[in-house]
């Protein structure tokens, strides 16, 4: 995997390079055994030494028309250049609320969330799949739990995703740490474009890029 850490450092850096200001919107339809279920928009701004990242997700799962479940989850993220310096998120899973901050403290990063106060690296990322240097993480702060979980990231292959109704190549890379492994697909430029998971019951949940 060493050839596949200098390749994605090199996008990192080709990337940083070619953008000397963000401002990109990722919306993503999301389904449920092929269901539509919501959307989940990440909105990108700021420069790539202060980059700023807006969270925000929402779905409902209905049975027989009637709602069963439903998720909503908003994060703000203050980033400088490749680590993140700050973080407020809120949660509610189904009626269960948390929420996470994270701030700069010292020579680390100091969080707070429902599984009490850590302290990080000065240089900890977290689950930004927008990122090429994310696969190149061994841990991972996630932001609802508040957790600093231990990943594996591999290349699995190739295939072929849709991406706003048209078949696109695309590289699939797994996430292997969290308690439902993670699927997630890039374009061989390095732009994510997918998602995919097996949740709770064997049910299929996917992200794609609209």
């Not at 703000?76 to 407020?88: I, K, P, T």
């Not at 429902?114 to 841990?139: N, S």
């Amino acid at each position: 995997m060493r050839t596949e850490h200098r390749r994605l450092a090199c996008l990192a850096t080709l990337w940083l390079a070619a953008l000397p200001a963000l401002a990109q919107t990722l919306d993503f339809a999301v389904t449920l055994d092929d269901k539509p279920i919501g959307a989940h928009r990440f909105t990108l701004g700021g420069t790539p030494q202060a980059r700023t990242v807006r969270s925000e997700a929402a779905f409902a799962v209905k049975l027989l028309g009637l709602t069963v479940y439903r998720y909503r989850h908003e994060a703000s993220e203050q980033w400088r250049g490749d680590c993140l310096a700050g973080l407020q998120a809120e949660t509610d899973d189904d009626g269960k609320t948390g929420k996470v901050v994270a701030q700069s403290a010292g020579a680390g990063l100091e969080v707070t969330g429902p599984a009490g106060v850590l302290q990080l690296p000065a240089c900890a990322m977290g689950f930004a799949y927008w990122h090429p240097a994310m696969r190149t993480q061994r841990q991972l702060l996630n932001a609802q739990t508040g957790r600093y979980e231990a990943v594996r990231v591999q290349r699995l292959g190739s295939g072929t995703v849709a991406v706003r109704g048209q078949p696109q190549a695309a590289e699939r890379w797994r996430i292997e740490g969290p308690e439902h492994p993670l699927d997630v697909w890039y374009t061989p430029a390095g732009d994510w474009v997918g998602l995919d998971s097996t949740v709770g019951g064997g049910r299929q949940l996917r992200y794609r890029l609209r």
